[in-house]
C-alpha cells in the first residue's frame, strides 16, 4: 500500500482561507496529511479550528519575514517536524493562496507511478534570461545586514527622493565590495559586503528555484541530513538576500542520485516577467485554470475575487454551490 502524501501548506495572513483550504484537500484527498506552518507574527489560526478542517498545526512555528533565512528555517521546521511524525511517500509545498483547479486522485496517482524522486521548476542561477543583471551574484555573494528605517524620508523634498535609487545604482555598479539590497514590498534596505568561501561554485553549481515543489521522502531526508551536516553552508546563506529560492534546489539539484524534473505541477499566474511576486487571479482567468494540466494553481485570494473559487469549488464537487454566472 502507497504511504499517503504530507501536503505541507505554510501560510502566514488570511486563515479563513487557509482553512477553506484544508477542508478542500481533505475532501479531495481523505487519507492524506496536511499540515500547516502558519506564521504567528502575521496573524492567528488556531490549530483547533485546523483540526476541525482535518488538518494539523505544526508546533512552534517560526516567524518570519519575506526575503529573510528566516523563511528557510520555516521549511526546515516543518520538514524536520513531518519526517519525524508522520509516515508518508511524497511531500508537497503549498501556499495559504494555492487552491486545487482538478481531483487530486489524478495527481496522487501520478506521483505514484513516476520515476522522478522530485519535482521543482530549478535554473542555473547565473542564466541571465531568468535572473538577469547580474542577480544572483547580488543576492547570493554578499553578506548583508537590515538597515534602520529613515523616519523622516517623507520630509525629504521630491526631487531628492527620485534621484536617491539612481545613487545607490551608481554606486552598486562603482565597485564591487559594498552592494544596497533595495527589497520590494517596502521592506527595509540591506547592505551587503562581498563574501568569500562560498559553498558554491564549479563543483556544487548555485540554482535558482521557487518554493512550489514536490519530494520523495527520501529527499526530504537528504535535505534536513545535508542541512545538519554542513553548518557552514546553513550560516552562509543565514546573511544573503532571498536565501529560499536557491536553499533547497541547490542541495537537491546537485546530487546525482535525485531524479528530478524541471517542472513545480503548479499553474502560476506572473503578472509580468519582472514580477517579484505572483499575481492573484480573477474569472478572466478561468479559461487558462481549465486548460491547464496542472492540478494546483496560485494565487487566489477570496477577498478579491470569492466568484473565482466558488467556480472552482463547483467543478471540483466539494461544496453544494451554484456555480456563478
Known amino acids: 500500500m502507497q504511504s499517503p502524501c504530507v501536503y505541507a501548506i505554510y501560510s502566514h495572513g488570511n486563515p479563513e482561507q487557509v482553512l477553506r483550504l484544508v477542508r478542500t484537500i481533505r475532501a479531495l484527498s481523505p487519507q492524506s496529511h496536511i499540515v500547516v506552518h502558519h506564521d504567528p507574527s502575521a496573524s492567528t489560526l488556531k490549530a483547533q479550528d485546523l483540526s476541525s478542517a482535518g488538518g494539523s498545526a505544526i508546533p512552534d512555528p517560526v516567524s518570519a519575514a519575506w526575503g529573510d533565512y528566516s523563511q528557510v528555517r520555516q521549511h526546515l521546521h516543518t520538514m524536520r517536524w513531518c519526517l519525524n511524525n508522520l509516515d508518508f511517500g511524497w511531500y508537497i509545498t503549498l501556499t495559504g493562496q494555492t487552491y486545487p483547479i482538478k481531483p487530486l486522485q489524478g495527481f496522487e496517482e501520478y506521483l505514484k507511478n513516476t520515476s522522478y524522486d522530485a519535482y521543482i521548476y530549478h535554473f542555473n542561477a547565473y542564466d541571465q534570461n531568468i535572473w538577469p543583471n547580474d542577480e544572483a551574484a547580488r543576492r547570493y555573494h554578499y553578506r548583508y545586514i537590515q538597515l534602520p528605517r529613515f523616519r523622516y524620508w517623507h520630509k525629504v523634498p521630491a526631487a531628492l527622493r527620485t534621484l536617491i535609487p539612481s545613487l545607490i545604482r551608481l554606486f552598486n555598479r562603482s565597485q564591487p565590495l559594498l552592494k544596497f539590497f533595495h527589497y520590494p514590498k517596502g521592506l527595509p534596505t540591506r547592505l ?50 532571498l536565501p529560499d529560492e536557491v536553499f533547497f534546489s541547490t542541495i537537491v539539484c546537485n546530487d546525482q542520485k535525485i531524479r528530478v524534473a524541471n517542472n513545480c505541477l503548479r499553474h502560476i499566474f506572473w503578472p509580468d516577467s519582472n514580477a517579484a511576486s505572483v499575481g492573484v487571479m480573477d474569472l478572466t482567468h478561468w479559461n487558462q485554470l481549465q486548460a491547464s494540466s496542472a492540478y494546483f494553481a496560485l494565487k487566489f485570494d477570496q477577498n478579491t475575487c470569492p466568484e473565482l473559487l466558488q467556480q472552482l469549488d463547483y467543478k471540483l464537487g466539494i461544496y453544494s454551490l451554484k456555480a456563478p454566472n
Open 192 to 241: 551587503g559586503t562581498l563574501q568569500w568561501g562560498r559553498p558554491f561554485g564549479p563543483r556544487m553549481p548555485l540554482i535558482g528555484s521557487n518554493q512550489n515543489t514536490n519530494y520523495k521522502r527520501h529527499v526530504l531526508q537528504h535535505i534536513v541530513k545535508y542541512a545538519g551536516e554542513h553548518p557552514e553552508y546553513m550560516r552562509y546563506f543565514s546573511k544573503t538576500a
